[in-house]
């Protein structure tokens, strides 16, 4: 079946940048949308960011102006580059794939989780 593989997190200070990366492998047809989420501890998982078949794009207000949701869909992969962090967007970041692909069904995917830390 379809896998998930994150990677990309770590360690920055405020105001510094990371980008994280999410590509699926196994039977694709299709990728119908692409979507971050994050867990900090004690917190329930919200949504990051997300972008459809259709390159709609949707931020949680808390990071517009400041977080980028990207794919390449030769790669089946989905980014998400974040500047500007502040030590509130510390948390572990799931990437989430919306996937049309064996017996022509539609299932979700979450990868395995990257924790990203922001220091003062």
């Known amino acids: 079946q379809v896998q998930l593989v994150e990677s990309g997190g770590g360690l920055v200070q405020a105001g510094g940048s990371l980008r994280l990366s999410c590509a699926a492998s196994g039977t694709i047809f299709s990728i119908d949308a692409m979507r971050w989420y994050r867990q900090a501890p004690g917190k329930q998982r919200g949504l990051v960011a997300a972008l459809t078949s259709g390159d709609s794009t949707y931020y949680e207000d808390s990071v517009k102006g400041r977080f980028t949701i990207s794919r390449d869909n030769a790669k089946n992969t989905v980014y998400l580059q974040m500047n500007s962090l502040k030590p509130e967007d510390t948390a572990v970041y799931y990437c989430?794939?919306?996937?049309?692909?064996?017996?022509?069904?539609?299932?979700?995917?979450w990868g395995q989780g990257t924790q990203v830390t922001v220091s003062s």
């Open positions: 989430n794939q919306e996937i049309y692909g064996i017996n022509y069904v539609t299932r979700n995917y």
